[in-house]
């Protein structure tokens, strides 16, 4: 999982060219804000994004810097088990 490597100096080598965690998560993201996007009829410009507990400040703000490459105002990063919390009971 590439999310383990954020923060970190680990490449990814993909038809030769390498890519930072960062980059990976940035085209995942902007997969998601597509779909989203799409879905929603309108554009997305702002994100919350959940992370792992465990996740040092540097893997917080290599998240942050992924979203910003995808286009995002990333708001606020959250933990995933506050995040689950918050949809507890949401339909």
């Known amino acids: ?3 383990r ?3 970190s100096d680990f ?3 993909v038809d030769s060219k390498k890519y930072t965690p960062q980059e990976i ?3 995942i993201l ?3 804000k597509t779909d989203a996007e799409s879905y929603l009829g309108e554009k997305v410009s702002e994100a919350v994004i959940t992370v792992p ?3 040092t400040d540097s893997q917080r703000q290599a998240t942050k810097d992924a979203g910003r490459i995808a286009g995002l105002d990333v708001k606020r990063i959250i933990n ?3 995040a689950a919390a918050l949809a507890y009971g949401i339909d």
């Open 1 to 3: 999982s590439i999310k």
């Open 5 to 7: 490597q954020m923060g």
């Open 11 to 13: 490449k990814v080598t």
């Open 25 to 27: 998560s940035a085209m």
């Open 30 to 32: 902007t997969k998601l």
């Open 53 to 55: 507990a465990y996740f």
């Open 80 to 82: 995933e088990p506050t």
